[in-house]
């Protein structure tokens, strides 16, 4: 417990300074620019963005998708994703929200706190003394804000290579007709504000397993190996209704926005699913850091 009591004693000492205020330790920017220089962050960002052209690369060479016609019959998106750019960037989206972005929120929120204690600095941050709870929020801020730039970086590089490649037009809608692309960005931009609120649970399990182990692997591998089992349990039909409490039976419930009049009781019941799983993950990651011996 001798590390609690320094920080404790640390804290109160530093508390009747002139001065001192606990809410400007750890400024958002300060930390936002320390996450941002980790080698980590440029090659994420690096991998997503290049996703888009591998697969205008790889429609090339296999010659997949159609000449972006439509009869009013239904069309899978894979068929589609040539029609236009809008349905490039929602095939892209298609494609990576299962697994791809799970990866680069596993990443920034597991990998936050963990690696402090890997390196040995977590005790030096806790004496300087930024409070436990102020540490934690400014990191917490931080990873969710890298986490909503990496997914919305796939859809705009996508929608914006896929407009180049195959011009800006309508959205053909997988179950028949199309929808202006002026209609079509305002959904695309929704379904990439529902994939965000649906990997909440991920963010939530990768920053609780974060302020329990100075693995930061560990944080980020049991993170996306929980969302994996999530995803087999969905699959499991003898479960019946039992799935919908599984964030991962809603997680391609944006399809819905692919369509001409918009389901919204898919994505609602899904982004409370989810949001209250990130609440209670968050709200354990906040008690157990209070109560943590900080010996790293």
Known sequence: MSGTRTTAAAATATA??????????????????RQWRRRRT??????????????????????GGDDGRSDGGRVSMIDAATASGANFAVTCLFVSAGFLLVVPVALFCGDTVASEASWSSLRYLLASPVPRARLL????????????????????????AGTVAYGWGPLKLPTGGVLAAGDAVPRLLLAVAFVFVSQLVTAGLAFWLSTRTDAPLGAVGGAVGLTIVGNVLDAVTALGHWREF?????????????????????MAKGAAVSVS???????????GFARKDIVS
């Open 16 to 33: 009747a300074a002139p001065g001192y205020a606990a809410g400007r330790t750890l400024p958002l920017r300060v930390e936002a620019l």
């Open 277 to 287: 799983y990130a609440l209670v993950l968050g709200a354990l990651a906040f008690r």
């Open 137 to 160: 929020w400014s990191k917490l801020v931080v990873a969710l804000g890298f986490s909503l730039v990496a997914i919305v970086l796939l859809p705009a590089v996508a929608l914006a």
């Open 246 to 266: 599984l964030p991962a039976h809603w997680q391609f419930a944006w399809v819905d926005l692919l369509q001409p009049t918009v389901e919204w009781g898919g």
């Open 42 to 63: 440029l090659v994420m960002g690096g991998v997503l963005a290049a996703l888009p052209f591998v697969m205008i690369i790889a429609f090339a060479v296999g010659g």
